[in-house]
């Protein structure tokens, strides 16, 4: 079984910040790596699947990379509505496995 | 508009049954594959269980193996999850989601999830 590690846990940053949140599999998921956004009381909203492609409607802002075992999402310049948790999930065995969540936070 | 919409929660005693529905609309549903996820209140994302488009695959979490069923009814666009044995640890957020369709190296994934339902409340509490 595959576990997704998320660090780190909470980032305090400020609005226009560039920030990097990462993710690390115990083993290789390729690059079949998604990362959702999480706001209090809403669903989750696909950000990028397959470590890199934006999915529909998503800003530019948000980029993603990696392969592997190592992924990082970097949000270029914070805006208010990006302060959210975000999980990362490997849909490339098996059980799929969410990472258990950065919170970012005003600063 | 790619429409899913939950329903079914409620409070249920532990060792009872539940089943949730989710009716999709605005794809053609029989081509997706769908799946459960679940959030315990104040906690991370948990995958349930996938099944595909004809409904001829499913997969489960260990957590809910042999206690839960996933099904579809293509006829009537609607995913459903029966829940048997719950336990007070199945107290959560169950959302429905539909499968982006996505393929890499001649391979296609039964993920990502590009569209998510509202969620409906399930409480195992005596």
């Known amino acids: 079984e595959i576990v997704m590690t998320q660090s780190p846990a909470t980032l305090s940053v400020s609005p226009g910040e560039r920030v990097t949140l990462s993710c690390r599999a115990s083993?290789?998921?390729?690059?079949?790596l998604a990362w959702y956004q999480q706001k209090p009381g809403q669903a989750p909203r696909l950000l990028i699947y397959?470590?890199?492609t934006r999915a529909t409607d998503i800003p530019a802002r948000f980029s993603g990379s990696g392969s592997g075992t190592e992924f990082t999402l970097t949000i270029s310049s914070l805006q208010s509505e990006d302060f959210a948790v975000y999980y990362c999930?490997?849909?490339?065995?098996?059980?799929?496995?969410f990472g258990q969540g950065t919170k970012l936070e005003i600063k | 508009e790619v429409q899913l919409v939950e329903s079914g929660g409620g409070l249920v005693q532990p060792g009872g049954s539940l089943r949730v529905s989710c009716a999709a609309s605005?794809?053609?549903?029989?081509?997706?594959?769908m799946s459960w996820a679940r959030q315990a209140p104040g906690k991370g994302l948990e995958w349930v269980s996938t099944?595909?488009?004809?409904?001829?695959?499913?997969h489960y979490a260990d957590s809910v193996k042999g206690r839960f069923t996933i099904s579809r009814d293509n006829s009537k666009n609607t995913l459903y999850l029966q829940m048997n044995s719950l336990r007070a640890e199945d107290t959560a957020v169950y959302y429905c989601?539909?499968?982006?369709?996505?393929?890499?190296?001649?391979?296609?994934?039964?993920?990502?999830?590009?569209?998510w339902g509202q969620g409906t409340l399930v409480t195992v509490s005596s």
């Open positions: 397959g470590a890199s």
């Open positions: 083993q290789s998921v390729n690059s079949n």
């Open positions: 999930q490997q849909f490339n065995t098996w059980p799929y496995a």
């Open positions: 989601a539909r499968n982006l369709g996505y393929c890499s190296g001649g391979i296609c994934y039964s993920g990502p999830w590009d569209y």
């Open positions: 605005g794809f053609t549903f029989s081509s997706s594959g």
């Open positions: 099944i595909s488009g004809s409904g001829g695959s499913t």
